[in-house]
């Protein structure tokens, strides 16, 4: 299982990515000033909360409150899917650039063994 901690991991290699591929910072969809591990807790627990709200109002069968929680959940989540997007965006910007000239991947081809990581 992969450590929810270990996100900056991911932030910090895209940025040296960009770097040796000369693509600038204003270039990318995250914000490389953020802890990405402390944003994307700050999302999870917001949308936990909304969501054990929603489930309260639920409970007390108050649908105004139901639909208010609604739309902050989806808010939330909404949030989350930005988060991720703007990494899926950020490898795609840099996998992708011509700045740099990527050898092309051979047919069949598999990263050595040596350099996989277990997790």
């Known amino acids: 299982m992969t450590n929810i901690n270990e996100l900056d991991l991911i932030k910090t290699t895209l940025a040296d990515l960009a770097e040796i ?35 309260r109002a639920l409970g007390e069968k108050d649908m105004l409150a139901v639909k208010a929680a609604l739309v902050m959940s989806r808010i939330y989540a909404m949030n989350l899917r930005n988060f991720f997007e703007n990494i899926f965006d950020d490898i795609e910007t840099i996998g992708w650039s011509d700045n740099y000239d990527w050898p092309p991947i051979p047919e069949n081809y598999q990263i050595p063994e040596k350099l996989r990581f277990q997790s």
């Not at 270039?27 to 709200?53: G, H, P």
């Open 21 to 55: 591929c000369a693509i600038s910072e204003e270039k990318l969809a995250i914000d490389y000033s953020l802890n990405l591990d402390a944003e994307l807790q700050e999302e999870l627990k917001n949308l936990t909360s909304m969501v054990l709200t929603l489930r």
